[in-house]
């Protein structure tokens, strides 16, 4: 990030979210920076020299080129985050190569690591789209590392069409799945102006309507044409595609059907994995109010309009005085605003990622609420919460109403029921915790991140890798 773009995200934070959210994100920028700063610079730096090669010999050997079309920094939410994790556990074992932008516009940053030595190419791209730079920038590294699998670890923001752009240049995919992306450009499927679930709109007129209403992109011709050929492009996916990787099988099962492509042995569902959090604040003595924690940020697709309906259903029945709420992760000012409209809401705001089974310990959470009213693909919160031994309610659709329904440790509600729903589930808790109590929350893996690590680097073995 320039430095001069940090200034108004930190007051930003400051006004809304507070001091506490503007010294967490202060935290994760310094850790970026120690990130970066990790790998040494190689002496390339233009499209020029680019093309000219001079690439460090070390360099060559990881078995796949990575493609994430975000900076790899926890800021930039659950994939960067987890792949962040992953890519320190599988640079030891087999090494590890990265290409995505750098925090600084018009850069695109290869960094290679393997055995302890990192090392890092910088370039810059200037007039080409990132769909275009991607694509020569990848097939450029590919060769210089001596692969020819390419995996695209997530592919927002980059059109379906980069993906078969690259198979076309004779590259091997692996495909990562972490959303709705390749189904619609706004991949939680929150329909404007309404902000409800689309519920998989496959009506192209509606679907132009709602991406034009949310600026969602240049479409840079007739909406409804553009999302045509947006859907035309995803569905070849699978067609080029070597391995297909969702982070459940409700993302499998799912956006398969809806790409229309058949299930086969080269779909593979490997669940994300967080490091194992440090020593746990203990469990504080319950109060007289229930402790209540929102996760996920004041956002429409996260739940926050739900919430304001819940809180003013609470007050109608005569229950403000009987919650705490806190509010976990950064979020839209007016959404706050809405929710600051409440007695006893406190806004914690931004919290660094890995962090957050710590902020419900000390907070003394004793129900999380995951509250998104549009499928979950997986729920990295949920496992923090597992780890905090907090459990969870949310609506009964996506990954998340599969893994409490399979796993325990948490209460569902019919997403039709809404708001509604919600009040029945919770009223009877405001006076009477017991319930809560006898929910056995399930722990997550010791090793999950490195379970994840091996199974990705199975998966490039698989393909003929030679680690």
Same mark, same amino acid.
């Given at each position: 990030?320039?430095?001069?773009?940090?200034?108004?995200?930190?007051?930003?934070?400051?006004?809304?979210?507070?001091?506490?959210?503007?010294?967490?994100?202060?935290?994760?920028?310094?850790?970026?920076?120690?990130?970066?700063?990790?790998?040494?610079?190689?002496?390339?730096?233009?499209? /020029?020299?680019?093309?000219?090669?001079?690439?460090?010999?070390?360099?060559?050997?990881?078995? /796949?080129?990575?493609?994430?079309?975000?900076?790899?920094?926890?800021?930039?939410?659950?994939?960067?985050?987890?792949?962040?994790?992953?890519?320190?556990?599988?640079?030891?074992?087999?090494?590890?190569?990265?290409? !995505?932008?750098?925090?600084?516009?018009?850069?695109?940053?290869?960094?290679?690591? *393997?055995?302890?030595?990192?090392?890092?190419?910088?370039?810059?791209?200037?007039?080409? !789209?990132?769909?275009?730079?991607?694509?020569?920038?990848?097939?450029?590294?590919?060769?210089?590392? =001596?692969?020819?699998?390419?995996?695209?670890?997530?592919?927002?923001?980059?059109?379906?069409?980069?993906?078969?752009?690259?198979?076309?240049?004779?590259?091997?995919?692996?495909?990562?799945?972490?959303?709705?992306?390749?189904?619609?450009?706004?991949? *939680?499927?929150?329909?404007?102006?309404?902000?409800?679930?689309?519920?998989?709109?496959?009506?192209?007129?509606?679907?132009?309507?709602?991406?034009?209403?949310?600026?969602?992109?240049? &479409?840079?011709?007739? /909406?409804?044409?553009?999302?045509?050929?947006?859907?035309?492009?995803?569905?070849?996916?699978?067609?080029?595609?070597?391995?297909?990787?969702?982070?459940?099988?409700?993302?499998?099962?799912?956006?398969?059907?809806?790409?229309?492509?058949?299930?086969?042995?080269?779909?593979?569902?490997?669940?994300?994995?967080?490091?194992?959090?440090?020593?746990?604040?203990?469990?504080?003595?319950?109060?007289?109010?229930?402790?209540?924690?929102?996760?996920?940020?004041?956002?429409?697709?996260?739940?926050?309009?739900?919430?304001?309906?819940?809180?003013?259903?609470?007050?109608?029945?005569?229950?403000?005085?009987?919650?705490?709420?806190?509010?976990?992760?950064?979020?839209?000012?007016?959404?706050?605003?809405?929710?600051?409209?409440?007695?006893?809401?406190?806004?914690?705001?931004?919290?660094?990622?890995?962090? &957050?089974?710590?902020?419900?310990?000390?907070? =003394?959470?004793?129900?999380?609420?995951?509250?998104?009213?549009?499928?979950? !693909?997986?729920?990295?919160?949920?496992?923090?919460?597992?780890?905090?031994?907090?459990?969870?309610?949310?609506?009964?659709?996506?990954?998340?109403?599969?893994?409490?329904?399979?796993?325990?440790?948490?209460?569902?509600?019919?997403?039709?029921?809404?708001?509604?729903?919600?009040?029945?589930?919770?009223?009877?808790?405001?006076?009477?915790?017991?319930?809560?109590?006898?929910?056995?929350?399930?722990?997550?893996?010791?090793?999950?991140?490195?379970?994840?690590?091996?199974?990705?680097?199975?998966?490039?073995?698989? &393909?003929?890798?030679?680690?």
């Amino acid at each position: 990030m320039k430095p001069g773009a940090r200034l108004p995200m930190l007051l930003h934070s400051l006004l809304h979210e507070g001091p506490r959210a503007v010294a967490d994100r202060l935290v994760d920028l310094a850790a970026e920076r120690r990130w970066l700063r990790s790998f040494a610079r190689l002496p390339v730096s233009d499209q /020029a020299s680019l093309h000219a090669g001079g690439i460090d010999p070390r360099l060559v050997g990881p078995p /796949a080129l990575k493609i994430l079309a975000t900076p790899l920094s926890p800021r930039f939410g659950g994939v960067p985050t987890q792949l962040l994790h992953r890519f320190r556990h599988e640079e030891m074992v087999a090494g590890a190569a990265l290409l !995505s932008p750098a925090s600084s516009g018009g850069v695109l940053r290869l960094a290679v690591g *393997h055995e302890g030595r990192r090392r890092a190419v910088e370039w810059r791209c200037p007039g080409a !789209s990132l769909d275009e730079a991607v694509v020569e920038a990848a097939t450029i590294a590919c060769r210089w590392l =001596g692969t020819d699998i390419v995996h695209i670890e997530n592919l927002a923001p980059l059109h379906p069409e980069v993906a078969l752009r690259l198979a076309d240049h004779g590259l091997r995919l692996v495909l990562s799945f972490h959303d709705f992306f390749a189904f619609c450009r706004r991949p *939680h499927l929150l329909e404007e102006p309404d902000k409800r679930f689309c519920a998989y709109c496959k009506d192209l007129p509606r679907c132009a309507r709602c991406l034009l209403a949310s600026a969602a992109a240049d &479409l840079g011709e007739d /909406a409804t044409s553009s999302q045509a050929r947006w859907r035309r492009a995803a569905a070849s996916l699978a067609g080029v595609g070597q391995a297909l990787l969702f982070p459940s099988h409700f993302l499998r099962d799912r956006l398969v059907g809806l790409l229309g492509q058949p299930a086969d042995d080269r779909l593979h569902v490997i669940p994300p994995g967080l490091p194992k959090p440090g020593p746990l604040p203990a469990r504080r003595a319950p109060e007289r109010r229930l402790r209540l924690g929102f996760v996920g940020g004041p956002k429409p697709h996260k739940g926050s309009r739900v919430l304001v309906e819940l809180m003013r259903r609470l007050r109608e029945a005569g229950a403000d005085d009987a919650y705490h709420l806190v509010i976990f992760g950064g979020g839209e000012p007016q959404e706050l605003s809405a929710l600051r409209a409440f007695p006893r809401v406190e806004v914690r705001g931004y919290y660094r990622g890995g962090h &957050l089974s710590h902020l419900l310990r000390r907070y =003394g959470i004793e129900l999380a609420l995951l509250l998104s009213p549009v499928p979950e !693909s997986f729920g990295l919160t949920l496992d923090e919460c597992r780890w905090a031994g907090v459990p969870a309610v949310a609506f009964d659709h996506g990954a998340l109403g599969d893994r409490i329904r399979q796993d325990g440790g948490g209460l569902l509600v019919e997403p039709q029921a809404g708001a509604a729903g919600l009040l029945r589930l919770l009223l009877p808790l405001l006076t009477d915790r017991s319930p809560l109590a006898e929910l056995t929350v399930p722990r997550p893996r010791d090793d999950s991140v490195a379970e994840a690590a091996r199974r990705h680097l199975a998966v490039y073995r698989s &393909l003929g890798a030679p680690h």
